[in-house]
């Protein structure tokens, strides 16, 4: 089992800068990739960025250049700079890890919320 716990969400005006932090607890030795989703109001959780193991790390086109995610060891950051109405969201953690029998296993933090201003 794993635990994540989020926090750094909050209400912020356009332009502004949220830091979101994700510490992970449990069996954090068999986290392989982690990553930051999303989930608007009636809209599906997306996928905003996402860090491997090995180091790789992508964006959604829609945050590229604004946003920033890290990773120290199973400690996951997202540095969200330039906040605008449209990434107003709940924002959740993941983790992933790979079962004795090599299926996918995620797991999800409670979710921070995240809302900007006009």
């Known amino acids: 089992q794993v635990q994540l716990v989020e926090s750094g969400g909050g209400l912020v005006q356009v332009g502004g800068s949220l830091r979101l932090s994700c510490v992970a607890n449990g069996y954090i030795s068999r986290i392989n990739d982690m990553a930051w989703y999303r989930q608007a109001p009636g809209k599906q959780r997306e996928v905003v960025a996402t860090a491997t193991r090995s180091g790789m790390i992508n964006y959604a086109d829609t945050v590229k250049g604004r946003f920033t995610i890290s990773r120290d060891q199973t400690d996951l950051y997202l540095h969200m700079n330039s906040l605008k109405p449209e990434d107003t969201a709940v924002y959740y953690c993941?983790?992933?890890?790979?079962?004795?029998?090599?299926?996918?296993?995620?797991?999800w933090g409670q979710g921070t919320q995240v809302t900007v201003s006009s």
């Open positions: 993941n983790a992933q890890l790979q079962s004795g029998s090599g299926q996918r296993i995620d797991y």
